[in-house]
C-alpha cells in the first residue's frame, strides 16, 4: 500500500498509485501523478503538471516540476513527463517545458541524474543516460540513449547530443555531439570515438572498425561535410552505426563539434 509520512503535505487532488513511498516533509502539489513502486525521500518538492513514472528514486532536497527557468514563461500549463526507473540524487531539479518548446519536457527510463544536476525546460531525454554531478543542461537540449554528461559540464540550449557519446567533465558544449563520439574541453572537441562505452554495450569488432572508419572519413578527411557523408555512404552503407552517425551529420542544425 502506499506509505506517506505524517509530516509529508501531498494535495489531495495528486494521484499517488499503488506502492509509493512519500517521505518526511516532501511537498507534493496538486497536479502530480506518480506510478506504482516509486519512492520520494524526505524534503523533495513536486510540483506543476508532473507525471511521474513507475519505480523511480528520487533522493532528498530535489525539486522537480517547478516553474522553467526562462523570462518569457508566464505560468502556462506546460509539463514534465518522467518515465520508469530513473534516479534523481539531492538538490537535482527537473523544469517542465515552455511555449517556446513545445510545452514540455521528457524524460525517459533508466536514467541517473547525480547531485546538483539540472535539466532545464524543454529538454528531451532518451534511456540510460547518466549526467553526472552539477552538470547543466540548457533549455531545449535533446539526448539520445546511452549518453554519459560528466561532472560539471555545461550544454548550451538547442545542442543535440547523439546515442551513446560521452562529455568530460568540465566541458562547455556548444555544439552537436554526433553518436558514439567522445567530446572534451572548453569549447568541447571531438576527441574521437567513445570506445570503452561501445565495448561495454557489446558492439561487435567488425562494428567498431566500421564507426572507425566512418569517424576518419567524417572528420579527419578535411572534406566539407556533404562530401564526406557521400563517401561514408558509398564505403560503408552495410553499417546501421556508420549511417546513424551520417544521418546526425546531415541534420545538425546547430553544426558539429569538431
Do not use: W
Not at 510540483?47 to 523570462?71: C, K, M, W, Y
Request: aromatic letters at 6%; hydrophobic letters at 35%.
Amino acid at each position: 500500500m502506499t506509505k506517506i509520512h505524517k509530516t509529508a503535505l501531498v494535495d489531495p487532488c495528486a494521484e499517488l498509485d499503488f506502492d509509493v513511498e512519500v517521505g518526511p516533509y516532501t511537498v507534493i502539489g496538486p497536479k502530480v501523478k506518480v506510478g506504482k513502486g516509486t519512492r520520494i525521500k524526505s524534503h523533495v518538492v513536486v510540483e506543476g503538471h508532473t507525471a511521474i513514472g513507475r519505480d523511480n528514486l528520487i533522493f532528498q532536497f530535489a525539486t522537480v516540476g517547478s516553474d522553467p527557468q526562462d523570462l518569457k514563461y508566464k505560468g502556462e500549463e506546460s509539463r514534465l513527463v518522467i518515465g520508469d526507473r530513473n534516479t534523481v540524487r539531492e538538490f537535482g531539479s527537473l523544469n517542465p517545458g515552455t511555449t517556446g518548446g513545445g510545452m514540455e519536457t521528457r524524460v525517459g527510463s533508466g536514467n541517473l541524474f547525480m547531485m546538483h544536476c539540472h535539466i532545464a525546460h524543454d529538454c528531451i531525454l532518451g534511456d540510460h543516460n547518466i549526467v553526472a554531478n552539477g552538470a547543466t543542461l540548457g533549455g531545449h537540449v535533446v539526448i539520445e540513449d546511452y549518453v554519459i554528461v560528466g561532472g560539471l559540464v555545461g550544454v548550451h540550449q538547442f545542442v543535440k547530443i547523439g546515442t551513446g557519446a560521452i562529455l568530460g567533465a568540465g566541458s562547455m558544449v556548444s555544439k552537436d555531439v554526433p553518436p558514439y563520439c567522445n567530446a572534451t574541453g572548453d569549447r568541447a572537441r571531438l576527441r574521437g570515438l567513445n570506445l570503452e562505452g561501445l565495448r561495454r554495450r557489446g558492439f561487435t569488432r567488425p562494428q567498431i572498425d566500421a564507426l572507425k572508419k566512418a569517424y576518419r572519413i567524417l572528420f579527419d578527411s578535411g572534406l566539407k561535410a556533404k562530401d564526406a557523408v557521400k563517401k561514408l555512404r558509398q564505403q560503408l552503407g552495410d553499417s546501421p552505426e556508420a549511417e546513424r552517425l551520417a544521418r546526425f551529420v546531415e541534420q545538425s542544425q546547430r553544426g558539429i563539434c569538431r
